[in-house]
């Protein structure tokens, strides 16, 4: 176990593994006492979301409006003494609270009192906080999880009891849950009132809660949903005392940090069952004359469930009585949650960056359970997951299980419309909705991810069929990219775009992505730059929507053009040399024969061709197809691509002196450039030179002098991370809210891992690893610098101006922190099915074994890729010489970088159903 000698020291650290070997997550922490706001993920693929931390508060809930628990926010876990409660009543002593938020412990500061430290023991999908009385006779150790082993909403706490010393143990337990019991809008919208809609039941072991209705933004529903809480004592036995409401277990005065019935050591509760209707629910529990002998353990177990039906009752309750079933249930969900890190696990030399690499590789997966919501600091959505979130998490999913992604590929495509927008929110039942407060708009990057995310995933798995399938496309009032409003639309036309007779229209997956990337080429402002519009990846630039553009992502679209003329040249070459597309992109396509060229040069020329598109599209499409040459498109979206790239690198380059300069990224509502040198210093954003580095378009020269500028004025003290902008001095209304923050927080440049790791991933595309991996293991240093983050491990979403982490597990941070070790640094990754090792890793990362690894499944088969570096050259000193299975030459071919192309058919000549060992020598 780690040792903490004082505060400001790390307090957390990982259960030692053996180098080269893949982590677990496993971790210890200490002092957590002295950390504010810290908080730990719960989930399960039921659909249970819930959290803890180490004073065990949390917000159970199955959906927004489905909270079982209170919801709290960051700022409530200072301010609230809401939680969990577990409490151990001695005769003749002050009872024992298992958490800090109790009377004792509210007290530590102002009057020292010797309360016990809490150790917390956890790893992904389990947390567990274990505490010992102050005169070490007993030891108290509770664990939480989301079961995955079961098909339910339910959330388990199973709490030990230990009696370490030398006499027999007496003491009464007691237990609370508290039954939030509606939506998360009534935390501030008739609390009171909703709580009167509260009909309780009793149980032999607990609480239901059902309400009669609910009323919120949906309007007045009868509910149906039933809320639950169960006990279970030592063997399974029912509580003595069952409390079903706040008021009878807190008492009048009393709170969670002192309850009423566990301080008056009271056995049941006061009050006639009609007393208890219509009040804020609880499940409060009593065990009454519990006796552990010396060296004996009790167990108590605690349910909280959210089901459709009041038969859960009966069938939790025959469940959990089983104290087999549920440590069989904590070990299934322990190994399911293990799998998660195992998808595709790095195993370095050294141990520490393994755990963290476990917990990072968990992370896609919580974000597309938890979406944007339910933890503290995700106090803004409501359930659902974003667009851009969606095709940014499957780059990870991608990497360990390109099979499963397919399907949530293909339904993510009916969320485009034909006029290049799409809808920004899918609800947690696969819908598409236009935007999360009714409120449509349009983020100009959206069109940029399901292209580049569909690209990996044909790279991958080598399924070019999958492009041509058809899909239908997303239709709702917006129109004309949601300036416009279709006031003839109703909700019988349906959702989904309809041709001229009737019929609803399928297009391609192809026909998708061309629809994006073509829309926004002409979509220009009037620097022929694409419009800023809504915002980009940037949701803070959202205040330039009339004259706005955006240079940066201008650069992505520009890339995205060239992969897909590059991907219509393959499908040419596999047999599909005419493609089937939708009638109305001849618009768009001007440079195929027989098409009506636009002058590319005036942004007035490009802004007519697509509002004559979009009027055409703007209600339905007439169904018809035409027939284009692959070679003549290739050859229109490569002129298109070469357009925009040249615009960028001639245009938008800034020189900052001899040695240094920038691109700009933005111009703001009023038209101007954005950045570049200014009075009061340099305005620089760090997604404007991403951007143009990663789609290949900034020059050798260019390169130098950005990553020069980068160091210079982008980097922070505090972390060493790559901050997102320069200080500009002040608000900028005319390009957005981001600025009106204070300067070192969010999107006014904090230190965002998400964009700095795409720069790390743009400088080893451009065969610079030295600098690449500076970029991305600042982030790990200043997320396992506990002292400073604050957070346990994980990889948060930013680190402010003070260096404490900040949005934590919910970031698309850690699919590009696996995409970039994986496909760049250790340079396996796959090319239209085939595998490629490239790698780029620094001397140091051999270890003085000169040795690391990477398991991965690819091709059907689990990979366990095995580099030999024993000289530690660097990147540029070596080329991968051969690669061997099983002691056998496996036939590669060379490639131009020094790196090998492993055909699918060679691999898919080894055995499978076990790990291979590719041992690659450098």
């Known amino acids: 176990m780690p040792v903490f000698k004082k505060t400001g020291e790390c307090w957390w650290d990982f259960v030692e593994t053996e180098p080269g070997a893949a982590g677990t997550g496993e971790f210890i922490a200490v002092h957590t006492e002295q950390v504010a706001r810290l908080y ?19 917000s159970p809930a199955a959906e927004h409006n489905e909270y079982l628990g209170v919801p709290l926010t960051a700022e409530d876990l200072a301010n609230t003494l809401v939680h969990r409660g577990f409490w151990l009543a001695e005769p003749g002593r002050r009872p024992f609270s298992l958490s800090r938020l109790s009377a004792d412990g509210l007290d530590v500061h102002a009057r020292r009192l010797r309360v016990p430290a809490t150790l917390v023991n956890a790893g992904p999908g389990w947390f567990s906080v274990v505490k010992e009385s102050s005169d070490r006779r007993f030891r108290v150790r509770a664990t939480l999880w989301c079961p995955s082993d079961l098909d339910e909403k339910i959330e388990i706490m199973l709490v030990e009891v230990t009696n370490t010393s030398k006499k027999a143990l007496h003491f009464d337990a007691y237990g609370a849950i508290p039954l939030f019991a509606r939506s998360a809008d009534d935390v501030r919208d008739h609390r009171h009132v909703t709580a009167l809609l509260n009909r309780v039941r009793l149980s032999r072991h607990g609480v ?12 007045h529903r009868l509910n149906t949903t039933v809320y639950t809480v169960l006990g279970f004592g030592p063997r399974g036995r029912p509580p003595t005392g069952i409390w079903p409401t706040q008021e009878s277990f807190l008492g009048e005065g009393g709170s969670f940090a002192a309850p009423a019935a566990v301080w008056r050591r009271e056995k049941e509760p006061r009050g006639s069952p009609a007393s208890f209707q219509g ?11 519990v006796v552990l002998r010396p060296g004996e353990s009790g167990h108590f177990v605690f349910l909280g469930g959210v089901s459709d039906s009041a038969a859960c ?87 360990s299980d390109p099979s499963g992604v397919k399907r949530m590929l293909l339904h993510n495509f009916g969320g485009v419309r034909m006029d290049g927008s799409n809808a920004t929110i899918i609800g947690t039942n696969g819908s598409f909705i236009a935007d999360r407060n009714s409120i449509p708009r349009t983020w100009m990057d959206h069109g940029c991810w399901p292209a580049y995310t569909t690209l990996l995933y044909v790279d991958q798995t080598g399924d070019l069929p999958f492009l041509l399938r058809e899909r239908e496309y997303f239709r709702d009032p917006q129109t004309h990219r949601c300036k416009r409003r279709d006031a003839r639309w109703t909700e019988a036309y349906g959702r989904e775009l309809r041709a001229r007779d009737g019929r609803v229209y399928r297009g391609t997956i192809f026909e998708h992505m061309l629809v994006q990337n073509l829309t926004a080429f002409f979509n220009v402002g009037e620097h022929n730059v694409c419009l800023l519009e809504g915002a980009d990846w940037n949701d803070g630039l959202d205040m330039a929507d009339d004259r706005g553009e955006s240079v940066a992502f201008t650069a992505f ?64 499409v007439s169904g018809r197809t035409i027939a284009v040459d692959a070679a003549s498109l290739a050859a229109d979206l490569r002129e298109k691509s070469r357009t925009l790239a040249a615009r960028i690198r001639e245009e938008e380059w800034v020189a900052l002196g001899k040695r240094e300069g920038l691109f700009n990224g933005y111009y703001d509502n009023r038209g101007r450039r954005v950045e570049g040198r200014r009075a009061r210093g340099v305005r620089m954003t760090l997604t404007g030179q991403v951007f143009p580095l990663m789609a290949g378009i900034a020059e050798p020269r260019q390169v130098e002098q950005v990553v020069r500028s980068v160091d210079r004025w982008l980097k922070d003290p505090v972390t060493g991370g790559i901050r997102l ?39 080893y595309r451009l065969r610079r690893p030295d600098v690449g991996h500076k970029v991305w293991s600042a982030l790990y240093g200043a997320a396992t610098n506990s002292a400073v983050a604050c957070v346990f491990p994980c990889v948060p979403e930013y680190f402010n101006a003070e260096g404490r982490g900040m949005y934590c597990y919910l970031t698309g941070t850690a699919s590009w922190m696996v995409y970039l070790l994986l496909t760049q640094a250790f340079g396996v990754r796959g090319e239209l099915g085939d595998l490629v090792v490239d790698p780029q890793l620094l001397p140091h990362e051999f270890g003085a074994r000169g040795e690391c690894s990477v398991k991965v499944p ?38 131009e970088q020094g790196g090998v192309l492993i055909r699918r058919r060679e691999l898919s000549r080894l055995p499978a159903g076990r790990t291979i060992r590719l041992d690659v020598t450098l």
């Open 557 to 620: 679209f520009a890339w995205n053009l060239d992969r897909l003329a590059d991907l219509a040249d393959v499908l040419a070459r596999r047999g599909n040399r005419m493609l089937r597309l939708a009638r109305e992109l001849r618009l768009l396509l001007d440079r195929v024969p027989g098409g009506r060229r636009v002058n590319y040069g005036s942004s007035r020329a490009r802004q007519a061709r697509l509002k004559a598109y979009l009027d055409v599209v703007a209600r339905d």
């Open 313 to 399: 009752v009966a069938r939790w309750t025959r469940w959990a009585r089983s104290s087999g079933n549920v440590r069989s249930s904590l070990e299934c969900t322990r190994e399911h949650w293990l799998a998660q890190t195992r998808g595709v696990s790095f195993r370095t030399p050294f141990p520490r960056l393994n755990n963290w690499l476990a917990w990072v590789g968990t992370q896609p997966t919580l974000r597309r359970l938890y979406g944007n919501s339910y933890l503290p600091q995700y106090d803004y959505g409501r359930g659902g997951k974003g667009w851009r979130d969606l095709w940014q998490d499957c780059l990870a999913l991608l990497l």
């Open 208 to 219: 239901s809660a059902c309400p009669t209705m609910s009323f919120d933004e949906r309007g």
């Open 40 to 58: 730990f993920p719960l989930v399960n693929e039921a659909g249970m979301r819930s959290w803890t931390n180490p004073d065990l508060q949390g």
């Open 858 to 895: 690819f091709a059907g088969r689990s990979l366990e890729v095995v580099f030999h570096n024993p000289r530690r050259l660097k990147p540029g000193q070596y080329k991968v010489m051969g690669v061997r299975a099983g002691g056998r030459a496996v036939p590669c071919e060379p490639r």
């Open 725 to 763: 902008n320069t200080d500009f001095g002040g608000i900028q209304p005319d390009l957005g809210r981001a600025f009106s923050f204070a300067y070192g927080e969010k999107e006014n440049g904090a230190v965002f891992c998400h964009m700095a790791v795409m720069y790390a991933y743009a400088l």
């Open 279 to 289: 009040k804020e629910a609880l499940g409060g529990f009593c065990f009454e004359g």
